[in-house]
């Protein structure tokens, strides 16, 4: 199985500042990497795919990239809407054995 | 727009089986182009792959589970299903099915989610 460990567990940022998710895959997972953002109370919302692919709707403020087994999602300036929890997911094999990470909560500074 | 929504119990008794069932509606179940899917995530907030199934039957489980689970679809009610046996207290969750838009060639992520439902087993 591949493990995801992401960090950190909690990252706290102000309003406007730039936060920094890390997602390491414990093997080769190539870019076949996903995020996901939850907030309280809601199914997980598909943020991007193929580790730089922003999903449909998804705004130029969040983006990704890394490939193999370490990959970061960078939101440029957060606004209040993004502090959620986020999650990374890869999708390596066929057939699959899908594995996420822990998450990391975005939290108000 | 596409909806997914899960129903079923929200109480199993331990060692009996948990049945859930996902209706798709605004769009077909029968489209090629999508996998069918069902997620769980634990008190403790983590999300794990359950399975999952294309609109022909062909099915694929996560291996952890795959000794207890069984996933169907019905193209005629547009609804696909999740069926886990012999249940513990560690398989208390929420269970949330989804869409995979892609499949063998492509994965464009798990696009559309149900709301949700939880799932408690008790002794």
């Known amino acids: 199985e591949v493990v995801m460990t992401q960090s950190p567990a909690t990252l706290s940022v102000s309003p406007r500042e730039r936060a920094t998710l890390s997602c390491r895959a414990s093997?080769?997972?190539?870019?076949?990497l996903a995020w996901y953002q939850q907030k309280p109370g809601q199914a997980p919302k598909l943020l991007m795919y193929?580790?730089?692919t922003r999903a449909t709707g998804i705004p130029a403020r969040f983006s990704g990239s890394g490939s193999g087994t370490e990959f970061t999602l960078t939101i440029s300036s957060l606004r209040s809407e993004d502090f959620a929890v986020y999650y990374c997911?890869?999708?390596?094999?066929?057939?699959?054995?899908?594995?996420f990470g822990q998450g990391t909560l975005v939290e108000i500074k | 727009q596409l909806q997914l929504q899960e129903s079923g119990p929200g109480l199993v008794k331990s060692s009996e089986s948990l049945s859930l069932t996902c209706s798709v509606s605004g769009d077909s179940i029968s489209s090629s182009s999508y996998y069918w899917v069902w997620i769980r995530q634990s008190p403790g907030k983590n999300l794990e792959w359950i399975g999952s199934i294309y609109y022909s039957g062909s099915a694929f489980y996560n291996p952890s589970l795959k000794s207890r689970v069984t996933m169907s679809i019905d193209t005629s009610k547009n609804q696909f299903s999740l069926k886990l046996r012999s249940v513990t207290a560690a398989d208390t969750a929420l269970y949330y099915c989804?869409?995979?838009?892609?499949?063998?060639?492509?994965?464009?992520?798990?696009?559309?989610w149900g709301q949700g439902t939880t799932v408690t087993v008790s002794s």
């Open positions: 989804a869409r995979l838009d892609g499949g063998l060639y492509y994965n464009y992520g798990l696009d559309v």
């Open positions: 193929g580790a730089s």
């Open positions: 997911q890869q999708y390596n094999n066929w057939p699959p054995a899908w594995t």
């Open positions: 093997q080769y997972v190539g870019s076949n």
